[in-house]
Structure formats: structure tokens, C-alpha cells
């Protein structure tokens, strides 16, 4: 695992101490080894930081440059059928001096070509590879994105690195703040891709090749994005070419898929583990990976005081009966508060999904021991996880038949009590009476983001406010409009009738790359920790678009399927319970330990200083938020995520 640089310029003025400089923001990526390559003539620069996870050795130092001499690479990320592909390449005549990856890339480059080479890597990756003959640069990111990539052309020059602070670092760079972006970010609390924060900057698209070159007295030239792999060709094709076997044979195939991705994903030079919160997706990777392994999963939990947060003591269950060495770590409101702090520095973009502090916390905690974890990440959009894919279609089988003031009527009952005083008076009660598969968690939060989408007059908009922190991101941005998304233009949508199939694509290619993936990045890699994700292993992604909706969802029961699968390693009662989420008690904390930095970023002057934001809404949201009347987390964490931004990188 690494952070890259690359630097393309007609202007031959390659700067090595500029170089240097960017890749030196990129240590916490990389902190064994680092490492810049230049050819001043070509006007081509990369660099690259290293974490050694494969043949730790100085044989896999970056960049690297292949056996002809043809290709120079920067590589992050891991190819994990580089060992097959290696024994492919060998038996075609290729010897190797090292045992890495990167070593197998190059070789596959210049034997079959870059992009066919590309579409036979199983990983997570972004490179920027340079051709010396044909003196092109290439830069590509995995199928699913997760690996980041952020590239530019700014002032004449082409940039690309790991992370947007790192492209800041060269003098071609304008950091100018794309309203528009603010926008996204206010309603989805992070930016979709292709957007960043800064305008004329963008996220390289997942599954995506470009190749750049120089021509004489002109700026580089980008070519169109290449689709090497595309999820929406994946989704259709699994929607027109379904399985057709019973759920006997689906559960064999989803296994056999699952454990080699698993075993794939455990090798590794270094010590591993696994990000554990005892639900299904990350209960599942880690019996799989006790079932193939030959020593005892490592894993990692943290816990809350709030029990409405706290999955520590189901997590701890599972781990006892699956027979993990197993490490958790309670978090009190100080300790977070004290994380919150970091998070500018390590997104370095607004980013405010607030389950951004446990996972920073508990990848912090992991990275004690292990130098690698694996994930569960992925098991939601493939497998119909999220309660909104059912909840958006019942409510609006209930409330689409009323009219607008019976509507007004209702939300108004809803936010009548606050969130707290309808747990005590509906949740608890319900609760003592129903399964536990079907009990309440944070039933007031719900009842109040209820609210907030009732006068929605399809079902499309109802479920779209479901998605949204800020209804209406234009009341808190001054003069930004939102620009078309795959969220919000119909033209970028798959061909797929079923609504709930549409609504898990969607999240595939939104949520989860800009907001779940990022996420895990840029927590793990905070520590110098690598983490990866078996559901993600693109003929997983590729089986699950075949099955049938009644294998994810059926009788109201999410991951039907990946359940079926897990009972085989742990008992029903050990993991069905309520989803919670990774998040954490943020309402409380603003309340709490971090009243006083929350105030201090919320006061109206700051909000106004430099004529981003309107205050009004916001203050009241914060009163309201004070005194109780409305549990406001979601806004205002996505306020004070952009102003702590802000405040640290403009």
C-alpha cells in the first residue's frame, strides 16, 4: 500500500524539491519507504511512498521501472492474483528479481498491453504509469474505487496524487472552492465523483483508464476515460442473465466465490486482522477466514457508553464463538472529541459521514498489532442491507395516498417530542414485545428524519431525502446549485425495472466509493494500516447482480442469502439483531465534550466570514439541537466537518 504522485509538463522544469515535497504529504500512506523518479526531458515525474505489505525487501521500492525499461510506475494498492498472473508471465519467458505485485504489473504491461493487462488484475489499485516510447502517461483506478486517485491540470501541467492535499504542494496548483460541490457535500455529506471541493479537480472515476500526453505548446491532453470494467454493464448484464439454480446451489457458489476472495485477500508478509462489529458482513469474513487459516483471527471492536451505539458486547460474542484473539476498546466522548480534530487533516476534503471518528479509532487501535485488516464493506449495496431499500417502498405505500396537510399533520406530531422522549415512550415498550431481529434502535432519530420527508411527492423524492442531510442544500450555500450526478441524472441511470435493484446500483457507484471507501482509506491509511474488502472482489460483485431480489431480500429479512451462509459458522441468535451502523453517539458529543469546539466553529461571524454559508438556518438548527427539541447531528456535523476544513485548508 502507498500514496503516488505523478507530474506531467511540457515546461521540463521538474523540480525535484517540489516533488519531494508532495510526496513527503504522503508518509502516513507509506512510512517504510520513499522515493522520487524524474526525466526532465520528457517533462514526467513520479513518486511514491511505501508501506511494505509483499517482499518487504529493497527488490519492491517505487518507483519502479520495468525489465525492457519501457515502463515507470507508481503504484498503490494490491493485486491479489499477482501470483497466478506471475506464474503466468513465467511460463511466456519472464523472470523476476522480486516477489511484489508491482514487479507483475509491469511485466503484464508490456506483455499484453496496459489496459488488456488492467483487466486481468483481481485488487484495489490506482497507478500512474509512465510508457517512455510512446511517451504517455497512464493513470487508473480499480474497479470499484477503493483506492482514490485525484487528478488536475493546472497552469500547463497534469497532476495526480493519492490525496488532494498533495497536489496543493505544487506551485501550479489553485485551490478555488467549487460552490456546486458544496452543494453535494451539504446534501450527501461527502462530494460525488468526478467532483472535489476545489474546481478544475477531480476524482478519477472507479474502474476508469486515462491517458495523458504532452503536445508541443499546448496544455496535456487527456483522453476520454476508458470504462476497463463497468458496473453498470455488470448490473444489466446480471439483471438479463440471472441464476438460475435454487438457493442450495446459490449458497455453494456465493461460498466457494467468498472463501477464495477471503484467501486471496490473506496474503501478506505482515501481520493481519480484521475490523470487527459482530454484524453479518464482518461476522462472515471473519469465519471464513478462521475456517482457511491456521492460527486465530485477530480482531478489533470498539465500544460505546450509548447503548443505542454500542455493538462491542454482540461483537465480543461472536469472536468468543468463532474463537478470535479478540481486543476492544470503549471510547468516551473525549477521545472522540480528541479524533475530531485529526479528521481535517486526513480528509482532506469536507467529508461528515461522523462514523469517519469509530473508524479512525478502531483502525488506530488495530494498528498496535497488525499491519493489514480486512473489512466487510460492500455486503449492504450487493446484498440489499440498508433499511432505506425497504423503508422508502413501504412508507410510501402508507403515506402516498395522503394529502399534503394531513402530511404537515403528521410531521409535526413527529417532531412534537424529541428523539429521546420517543424512544422512552414507544421504543422500549415495543421492544420488551418484539423478535430481536425486529427491534428498535434510535426509533426517535428515525420518527424525526421521517419528518423531514413527508410532503415528498414521489417515491423517488421521498427516497432521496432519506439520503440527504440538508433538504435543501441551497438555503445553507450561498449561490451553489447542485451539478448532475449519477444521483440526480436520469441519463446516467442502468436499465434496471426493479426500483430496489436501481436504488442498490446507485449506492454502489455513489455512496459507497465517495462516502464507505473513503472513509475506510483515509481512517486506515491515517495509521499506516492497509485494509481490504472480500465482498468487493469484482466476481463477487459480478454473482451477486445474478441473484434474484427474493435471495438479498425476503419477507422483510435484508442479506438473506449472506445470512444463510453465516449460520453455517455462527448461531442465529449470536448476529440478529437491529442494524446499527457503524456510527457513533455524535448528537450527545456536540452536547457534551465537544460543545465547546462546535460552538465556537457555529458562531454566526465564522459562519459568515468568507460569504460561504448562511448562518440562519444553521444557528437555529444549533439551538434547536441545545435545548433538545431536535436531535440535528446529521446538519450540523456536515456544517462543522466543512468548517474545520475550512478553517484548516483555506
Known sequence: MC?????????????????????ATLSHRGPDSRGVWTDAGAGCALGNTRLSILDLSPDGYQPMTSASGRYVITFNGEIYNFVELRRELEALGDSFRGGSDTEVVLAAAECWGVEPAVRRFNGMFAFALWDRFERTLYVARDRLGEKPLYYAVANG??????????LRKHPAFRAELDRDALALFMRYSYIVEPYTIYREVYKLPAGVIVSVRLESGAEPRLSAPRRYWSAQEAAEKGVAEPFVGGEAQA????????????????LADVPLGVLFSGGIDSSLIVALMQAQGARAVKTFSLGFSDLGYNEAPQAKLVAQHLGTEHTELYVSGQDAAEATARMPELFDEPFADYSQVPTYLVAKLARREVTVTLTGEGGDELFGGYDRYLAADTLWQVLGWMPGRLRRALAALLTSAAPESWDRALAAPLNRLLPSRRQQVRLGEKLHKLAEVLEAPTRDTLYAGLLSHWQDPGLVVA?????????NDGAQAPRLADWLALKMYLDLVSYLPGDILAKVDRATMGVSLEGRMPFLDHRVVEFAWRLPRAMKIRAGVSKYLLRRLLYKYVPAKLVERPKMGFGAPVGAWL???????????????????????NPAPIREKWREHLVGKRNWQYQLWTVLMFQAWRERWL
Open 3 to 23: 500514496g503516488i504522485v505523478g507530474v506531467l509538463t511540457e515546461r521540463g522544469d521538474i523540480s525535484r524539491p517540489t516533488l519531494e515535497s508532495m510526496v
Open 157 to 166: 501541467v497534469f497532476l495526480c496524487a493519492s490525496e488532494l492535499k498533495t
Open 251 to 266: 449458497l455453494e457458489q456465493l461460498e466457494a466465490l467468498l472463501r477464495d476472495a477471503v484467501r486471496l485477500r490473506m
Open 479 to 487: 449561490s451553489g446549485r447542485e451539478p448532475p450526478s449519477v444521483l
Open 591 to 613: 452536547k457534551g465534550p465537544m460543545r465547546e469546539w462546535a460552538e465556537a466553529l457555529l458562531q454566526e461571524s465564522r459562519l459568515r466570514a468568507d460569504g460561504f454559508l
